[in-house]
T-cell receptor
Framework: RKEVEQDPGPFNVPEGATVAFNCTYS??????FFWYRQDCRKEPKLLMS???SGNEDGRFTAQLNRASQYISLLIRDSKLSDSATYLC????????FGQGTELSVKP | DTGVSQDPRHKITKRGQNVTFRCDPI?????LYWYRQTLGQGPEFLTY????????KSRLLSDRFSAERPKGSFSTLEIQRTEQGDSAMYLC??????????????FGPGTRLTVT
């Protein structure tokens, strides 16, 4: 079993839709959690950190449930430019990436 | 450009040949990481350096793989006797060693290796 698991998608949504990604992690010793974004054939870039209290950055909201070992990312009012792969990441010394969830936003 | 750079960007080699990749991190970053990414998967950790010291190696890093960071600046990743299963994107990343910021890793554009 992978340490960080995500639904690979693809998620195909129309512009303006709200889309939610889920992620689970198996190592309860993981200390910190993040979402990275990776555009096609590009390098991953940090999108946002994830806190138990929730973290909101504009149209993006990330949430952590330590009891369930579950992480989520919600994107509201999705834009064409949101099309990318979203990588769930757990950190316990080093970064452990999920396989990524592909999002395609259509006009 | 003061970001992470990698060279070469693409490498095609025949099975059994040795290859070496270079990574130049952001100059003020003490930590340097190597990852491997295959199609449809997230990056997989290979190894990381704190200055010139190699602090951790993944079990993915077989004896054919070796990484160095001799002066605590650039790093090289060498693969000996390449196999077709080594075909992947090799990503380098760097970060500050400040515990508050080590999670924010800045990635280079990667070296895409194809073993024929």
């Amino acid at each position: 079993r992978k340490e960080v698991e995500q639904d690979p998608g693809p998620f195909n949504v129309p512009e303006g839709a709200t889309v939610a990604f889920n992620c689970t992690y198996s190592n309860s010793a993981s200390q910190s959690f993040f979402w990275y974004r990776q555009d096609c054939r590009k390098e991953p870039k940090l999108l946002m950190s994830v806190y138990s209290s929730g973290n909101e950055d504009g149209r993006f909201t990330a949430q952590l449930n330590r009891a369930s070992q579950y992480i989520s990312l919600l994107i509201r009012d999705s834009k064409l430019s949101d099309s990318a792969t979203y990588l769930c990441v757990a950190m316990g010394g080093k970064l452990i990436f999920g396989q990524g969830t592909e999002l395609s936003v259509k006009p | 450009d003061t970001g992470v750079s990698q060279d070469p960007r693409h490498k095609i080699t025949k099975r059994g040949q040795n290859v070496t990749f270079r990574c130049d991190p952001i100059s003020e970053h003490n930590r340097l990481y190597w990852y491997r990414q295959t199609l449809g998967q997230g990056p997989e950790f290979l190894t990381y350096f704190q200055n010139e010291a190699q602090l951790e190696k993944s079990r993915l890093l077989s004896d054919r793989f070796s990484a160095e960071r001799p002066k605590g600046s650039f790093s090289t990743l060498e693969i000996q006797r390449t196999e077709q299963g080594d075909s992947a994107m090799y990503l380098c990343a760097s970060s500050s060693d400040d515990p508050v910021y080590t999670y924010e890793q800045y990635f280079g554009p990667g070296t895409r290796l194809t073993v024929t």
